[in-house]
């Protein structure tokens, strides 16, 4: 059962979800009108979804742990790690989103200003739970940010064992959550090696414009120098991302990129406005634009890495 409030009276009312799955399907917004005060109102996507039977009861097992990468700057990997990691949350896993960027941007992108975050945990000058601020319901952020690039010079600096640094530091974390996603910067760095000697699973958004493809040949390379340390990481998705329908370029290229990596490929995430102005709101696309063809995009990925086909339906 689905429990719509109006936002007047305040008066919760019960829905059947049958009768509105059309319209979740659609993902268009819809509007309801309150049953005693007659006000009308938009319904927001995530208020229909059933938490109580969605909520996901894992703890325990261990996370799985997840790399958003791509040497290339500007292909939408926090853009993707956040939302992904928003879907997740909202389809009731427990997702602890880690920022390894020096820019900090998924901090900006849920609107949240941590005065801790991963650079104090790999420092070990504060616990883990005093570094994690808690996001949204489900969702908590191990923010980046300027002061990553000190324990970068610090990881640099150790003869032994340099690229267990963040390993280590998380293993705690491990049972806490169902999925643990990871952003990180562009170009290739001590903290990107950590990044891949910890995660298990990565996944690569490729912008469907000039050159990706190289892009991801290079990683692909890099990837398997890592491999030959630590055969527990391999790669789980191809995002395409940035797919504009209206031209043809970007069509040719998702067609060679399924030629090229079809176990891979996942359904694309299209070009969208709403993508680029969410950040500043402090939103994620769920919230910001939740009827939008970004958010559906988005809802089908949840799904393919969830490995559940009802997620967020
Ligand atoms: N599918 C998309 N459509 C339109 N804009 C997007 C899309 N994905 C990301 N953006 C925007 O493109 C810019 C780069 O995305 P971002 O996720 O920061 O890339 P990266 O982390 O790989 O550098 C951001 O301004 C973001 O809001
Ligand atoms: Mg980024």
Known sequence: ??????????????????????????????????????????????????????????????????????????????????????????????VLLVDTDTQGQSSYILGKKPNAGLTELLTKELTPAECIVNARKNLWLLGGGKSLAGVKRIIDRKSFGAEWTLAEAMEPLDHQYDFILMDTSP???????????????????????????????????????????????SLKYIVPTFLDTR??????????????????????????ESLSEAPSFGKTIF???????????YRELVRKVSRDDTALV
């Not at 007047?8 to 009108?33: E, L, M, Y």
């Not at 919230?287 to 995009?297: I, N, R, Y």
Request: positive net charge; proline residues 5%; hydrophobic residues 35%.
């Open 1 to 94: 059962m689905v429990i719509i409030t109006c936002p007047k009276c305040a008066r919760k009312h019960k829905v059947n979800p049958d009768i509105i799955q059309v319209h979740i399907d659609s993902g268009k917004n819809i509007s309801a009108t309150c049953r005693s005060c007659k006000y009308k109102f938009p319904v927001l996507m995530d208020q229909l979804i059933d938490r109580s039977s969605t909520e996901k009861q894992t703890q325990g097992q261990k996370a799985r742990k997840i790399c958003v990468t791509l040497s290339k700057g500007g292909v939408g990997k926090t853009t993707t790690c956040v939302n992904l990691g928003a879907g997740l949350a909202l389809a009731g896993y427990r």
């Open 187 to 233: 170009g290739w760095d001590q903290l990107i090696v950590n990044v891949l000697f910890y995660a298990t699973e990565v996944l690569v958004p490729v912008a469907l414009e000039v050159m990706p493809l190289h892009g991801l040949s290079e990683f692909m390379k890099s990837l398997g120098s890592i491999q030959k340390y630590r055969n527990e990481i």
């Open 247 to 272: 031209i043809k370029g970007p069509q040719v290229l998702y067609s060679e990129l399924k030629k090229l990596y079809p176990e891979y490929v996942c359904t694309p995430i299209r070009y969208s």
């Open 287 to 297: 919230e910001f634009a939740p009827g939008s063809f970004a958010s559906a995009d």
